[in-house]
């Protein structure tokens, strides 16, 4: 039988950080195009990933670090 995860995150941040992640990994993808060198690119490319993050946890609705941190919402 597969474990289910624990909502660590209420309804309101869900949604917040859907928007939020969602918006950065918009944001990171345009900026990519404009990248003037390299190591921007890497900072753009990590802005892209931080998004992804906040969008996948807001998904599912279970933050991995507050399920350590014991917050609980």
């Not at 928007?19 to 993808?29: D, K, L, R, S, Y």
């Not at 892209?48 to 350590?68: F, K, S």
């Amino acid at each position: 039988m597969a474990r289910r995860w624990s909502l660590t995150i209420t309804p309101t941040e869900r949604i917040g950080r859907i928007v939020v992640g969602a918006a950065a990994i918009t944001a990171g993808i345009v900026l990519l195009f404009q990248s003037p060198g390299l190591g921007v690119a890497a900072l753009e490319v990590l802005l892209i990933l931080a998004g992804l993050d906040l969008a996948v946890t807001g998904a599912w609705g279970h933050c991995p670090a507050c399920a350590l941190s014991r917050i609980d919402t």
